[in-house]
């Protein structure tokens, strides 16, 4: 291991936990908050050096710090994952074993799709014919809302999709499971669900939603980077990085400016 | 107070979950000696002493989601398994990974019947807990500061009326803390904040509130009284059995950290 952790590092992990998943903007403002708490010295740019440290600390728990871009917005987003996959991770208390399974089907309606999104009904059509124990309508709802508020799936306009933290999350588990069923980015690699995807027939290749924007930025005649057919589809404007996103949360820390010394 | 961990649980692996079995009593384990400690250690490599040291870690993470004390019993039963003669060199590491990596500390609150809960090691302020969160722990803040300013025990009407004044009742959903009535003699008594208990002898039954073994040992009586005495702009002296309470009770922790 590099170096010792300090209580800025131990409390930028905590904060990390409270919230399951953070923008980078909002990492590096708590990130410069941990450390004026602390009074430890920071430096701009030291974020990724000081997840770094934290990451060599949590590697022996199977754990990490990762980061990764979202397929809504194009932003980068860190979250704290799970990388073991021992009998103990099937012990979280959160989700009955029916709410797994449809979590489940619905993944598997996301990764069928080619848009990416599961649409409710489809969902609602599923907790019908459950293997452990089926749910009703009301059921159903409640469930999808809660995943939707413990960010594992994101809602819009009645549909689903895969939220940042669970691709992160589940990522081994997706490939493992799924293997050739769900595609890489032609641009960035990584696997893809929300995407466009080439017109071409023996071509076919998908493209994450941000990753077309910044591949074709400018471009005035956008063709497939694979076949060179052309890219019919509408290119998104690429995203401001300096813009607060307006889909993903806004629950994300703020720093908190007022500390007071707690006297035992 | 307690932000909530160990969020990031829904692991893959754990789509097809088993049930947990949870020990109602831990009889059948007495601690072993240290040659057996030693005996055990030496039988596995420590790779895989890590390994287990790291298991242990992720469950109380995960079970500490529910704020409900771990006990003993369930670590050895679900994950230190057939090593259990090197428990406490396991949990000796696992005490310090928490300290080390994630600022935490375990506390074992129930000493007869094994039980744990993760603490903050932090000195300062936590990190932002959701709204409904504060909100609560205000709320929290308040009841306990009533029942140590009345002695420890407060019969459940004191309390109520309490909550009453503050505009707060508990007949009436609420908006933020909804079911108050269930909020304090079901949710916090569930998290070892309150002890709900019924008073003998009365028809119809009547409770008292005490502080629960988490508000002990999580919860500055000191900072309290302060709190308190703040509120009628006096000096915390001024109530000389909760001062001497407060600083017996703040010293016998910090004794035990």
């Known amino acids: 291991m590099a170096g010792s952790l300090s209580d800025c590092h131990r409390r930028f992990l905590q904060s990390l936990m409270c919230n399951g998943i953070i923008v980078r903007s909002k990492a590096i403002a708590l990130h410069r908050n941990c450390c004026e708490v602390h009074n430890t010295h920071y430096t701009r740019d030291g974020l990724d050096e000081f997840i770094d440290l934290i990451n060599s600390h949590l590697e022996p728990l199977f754990m990490q710090i990762r980061k990764s871009v979202s397929e809504e917005d194009g932003l980068q987003y860190y979250a704290l994952v799970n990388m073991a996959e021992t009998d103990i991770t099937r012990m979280s208390s959160d989700y009955a074993d029916n709410e797994l399974e449809l979590f489940r089907k619905t993944m598997d309606l996301i990764v069928d799709s080619e848009s990416g999104r599961a649409s409710s009904t489809d969902i609602l059509n599923c907790a019908d014919s459950l293997n452990t124990r089926k749910m009703k309508k009301k059921e159903t709802e409640l469930l999808l809302t809660r995943l939707v508020r413990d960010k594992w799936l994101n809602e819009k306009h009645g549909e689903y999709t895969l939220s940042t933290r669970c691709i992160m999350e589940m990522e081994q588990y997706i490939q493992k499971i799924y293997q050739d069923m769900v595609k890489t980015c032609a641009i960035c690699h990584n696997v893809v669900f929300q995407s466009q995807m080439c017109d071409n027939m023996s071509c076919g290749i998908k493209m994450h939603i941000p990753c077309v924007a910044k591949y074709f930025k400018g471009r005035s005649d956008p063709q497939c980077p694979v076949c060179n057919a052309f890219w019919p589809h509408e290119i998104p404007e690429i995203r401001d990085t300096a813009q607060v996103p307006l889909e993903m949360e806004n629950t994300a820390p703020t720093p908190s400016t007022s500390h007071s010394r707690r006297r035992r | ?257």
């Open chain 2, 1 to 257: 107070m307690q932000a909530e961990l160990g969020k990031c649980v829904l692991h893959p692996v754990c789509l097809s979950r088993q049930v947990i079995e949870d020990d109602e009593e831990d009889l059948s384990f007495t601690l072993p000696s240290s040659s057996q400690v030693q005996r055990g250690m030496d039988r596995l490599t420590s790779a895989e002493v890590d390994r287990k040291v790291a298991e242990v870690v992720q469950f109380i993470l995960i079970k500490d989601q529910k704020k409900v004390p771990i006990k003993r019993a369930d670590i050895i039963k679900n994950v230190i398994k057939e090593n259990r003669n090197i428990y406490p060199e396991i949990m000796k590491k696992v005490n310090m990974t928490f300290e080390k990596v994630f600022g935490l500390k375990l506390v074992e609150i129930d000493v007869k019947n094994h039980a744990f809960i993760l603490v903050n090691n932090l000195e300062l302020d936590l990190p932002s807990p959701p709204k409904r969160q504060i909100y609560c722990y205000g709320l929290l803040f308040v009841i306990l500061s009533v029942i140590f300013m009345k002695g420890g025990a407060v019969k459940e009407a004191v309390v109520w009326n309490t909550l009453k004044k503050l505009r707060v009742d508990p007949g009436e959903r609420h908006e933020e803390f909804g079911d108050v009535k269930k909020l304090l003699t079901d949710e916090f008594v569930r998290q070892k904040y309150l002890e709900y208990a019924r008073i003998p002898h009365t028809d119809p039954p009547e409770h008292e509130f005490r502080w629960g073994l988490r508000a002990e040992s999580e919860v500055s009586k000191t900072r309290l009284l302060e709190f308190v005495a703040q509120l009628h702009e006096k000096e915390p002296q001024n109530w000389p059995k909760q001062y001497k309470e407060a600083t017996t009770s703040d010293a016998r922790s910090s004794q035990a950290s």
